[in-house]
């Protein structure tokens, strides 16, 4: 059971730290009210379709940033949509970098829109990290609740017999 | 009660589909005002729309005003994050009922079911 204690107050530790350092916003806490019984991974999977869209809309911005002549209005596009997905999840971070970057799209400044997307990759694989190590640590957490429970069943079965 | 949500964010379908299905909606979702014209020409119908404003293909001024044309009563909600008032007061006119902020929460969710209510 000790197990179980200091499992959960690192996770409580490194949960508190991810909102102190301004990673997730109370958003995140949105999306963990929105998982139920009916979806109980509701949190791991909408996280991992963020992701995916994530990944493929930071290689669609590159490309545009990248073209002999940029088309803006494509690039804001883009940034739009992240920006809204980043937001959904309450990853904060990689909002604020893309409301950011938006700003050097307005002003058609490509130096600052290519500065930008370096600062808008780099916040959203630092998320991306920490997410992935919350929800490894949830796991690790529920293995360990499992294996205290089967033990305690386990142990409770043969006193009785 | 019947929701469509319109987006083009799959994150954005999948949470406010969420909400909306634990708020008591019974809730589908499309990716662009195109699709949720599409759907009422044939023959569905929702009590609530709630529309994106930017989306490819046909967004959300231009399915509004669509919609309206065809004579659809469903409260249509924009939901938005954006900042520029012209464009937002051109959604607000192409027929909406009220323009939200993105993303949805429950709080403003049950404040409209309540607007809405009163009407």
Redesign the interface.
């Known amino acids: 059971m000790e197990i179980v204690g200091q499992l959960q107050k690192q996770y409580v530790e490194f949960s508190t730290s991810l909102y102190r350092e301004g990673f997730l916003d109370e958003q995140f806490i949105q999306l963990q009210k929105l998982q139920d019984e009916s979806n109980p991974d509701f949190v791991v999977e909408v996280v991992s379709i963020f992701f995916e869209d994530s990944e493929k809309l930071i290689n669609d911005l590159a490309t545009a940033i990248q073209q002999q002549v940029v088309d803006f209005k494509q690039v804001d596009a883009h940034v739009h949509q992240f920006k809204g997905s980043s937001s959904s999840i309450g990853a904060n971070r990689v909002k604020n970098m893309c409301i950011a970057l938006r700003s050097f799209c307005d002003e058609k400044n490509l130096d600052g829109c290519l500065r930008c997307l370096q600062q808008v990759k780099h916040e959203y694989f630092l998320v991306k990290n920490k997410l992935e190590t919350l929800f490894r640590g949830i796991s690790h957490l529920k293995e360990n609740i499992d294996s205290f429970f089967s033990f305690l069943i386990h142990h409770f079965f043969r006193r009785k017999k | 009660m019947s929701a469509l949500v319109v987006d ?5 379908r ?2 406010h589909g ?2 909306l299905t ?1 708020l008591g909606f019974e809730t589908n979702a499309v990716e662009n005002g195109q699709e949720a014209v599409d759907l009422f020409t044939s023959g569905e119908s929702y009590d609530f729309v709630f529309m994106d404003m ?1 989306m ?1 293909i046909m967004d959300g001024t231009e399915a509004t005003q669509k919609l309206r044309e065809m004579g659809v009563k469903s409260t249509i909600v924009g939901v938005t ?1 954006c900042n520029q008032e012209a464009e937002k007061q051109a959604f607000v006119e192409a027929g909406l009922y009220a323009c939200l902020e ?2 949805l ?2 709080d403003a969710i049950s404040s409209l079911l309540e607007q809405v209510a009163k009407k």
């Open positions: 083009d964010d799959k994150v954005v999948r949470m969420k909400l634990q930017e490819p994050s993105k993303p929460t429950r």
